[in-house]
């Protein structure tokens, strides 16, 4: 029960701030229109907000499209369950990819929008599909 209580502690804290990053990041910035051109500079903006953490784990994202939970905790067991929600939550804000359940199992997707706007750029590794 202590468990699920700071994980929902964590996420709580990783709304808040991802809230207050992302009205920091979009101050001053007329809305943006459906044009990727447009689009492009605003996901590197918020891509360079990112944490090296965040980052690995958006490009390991990023190298299969999506993951669950579990091979999440696999792939970064050097970082603490608490932490490791945190910091998907705050991807997750950013817009990057989304969280779903399918059969009771988190699962992290990215972000189409994003997706369609970076398919075309070299330096992000996306998968095949």
Same mark, same amino acid.
Not at 13 to 38: C, H, N
């Given at each position: 029960?202590? !468990?699920? *209580? %700071?994980?929902? %502690?964590?996420?709580?804290?990783?709304?808040?701030?991802?809230? =207050?990053?992302?009205?920091?990041?979009?101050? /001053?910035? %007329?809305?943006?229109?459906?044009?990727? #051109?447009?689009?492009?500079?605003?996901?590197?903006?918020?891509?360079?907000?990112?944490? /090296?953490?965040?980052?690995?784990?958006?490009?390991?994202?990023?190298?299969?499209?999506?993951? !669950?939970? =579990?091979?999440?905790?696999? #792939?970064?067991?050097?970082?603490?369950? +608490?932490?490791?929600?945190?910091?998907?939550?705050?991807? =997750?804000? &950013?817009?990057? &990819? %989304? +969280?779903?359940?399918?059969? /009771?199992? $988190? *699962?992290? $997707?990215?972000?189409?929008?994003? $997706?369609?706007? $970076?398919?075309?750029?070299?330096? =992000?590794?996306?998968? /095949?599909?």
């Amino acid at each position: 029960m202590e !468990n699920l *209580i %700071a994980i929902g %502690a964590a996420l709580i804290t990783g709304l808040v701030i991802g809230i =207050v990053l992302g009205k920091s990041l979009s101050k /001053g910035r %007329a809305p943006s229109s459906v044009d990727t #051109k447009s689009a492009r500079p605003e996901w590197w903006q918020k891509r360079d907000a990112l944490t /090296g953490t965040q980052m690995q784990i958006l490009q390991y994202i990023e190298s299969k499209r999506e993951a !669950n939970i =579990v091979a999440l905790q696999e #792939k970064f067991s050097f970082i603490p369950d +608490r932490e490791l929600y945190y910091r998907l939550e705050q991807i =997750v804000l &950013m817009g990057f &990819m %989304a +969280r779903t359940r399918v059969e /009771g199992d $988190v *699962i992290f $997707v990215l972000d189409e929008t994003y $997706v369609s706007t $970076v398919e075309s750029d070299k330096t =992000v590794m996306l998968s /095949g599909d």
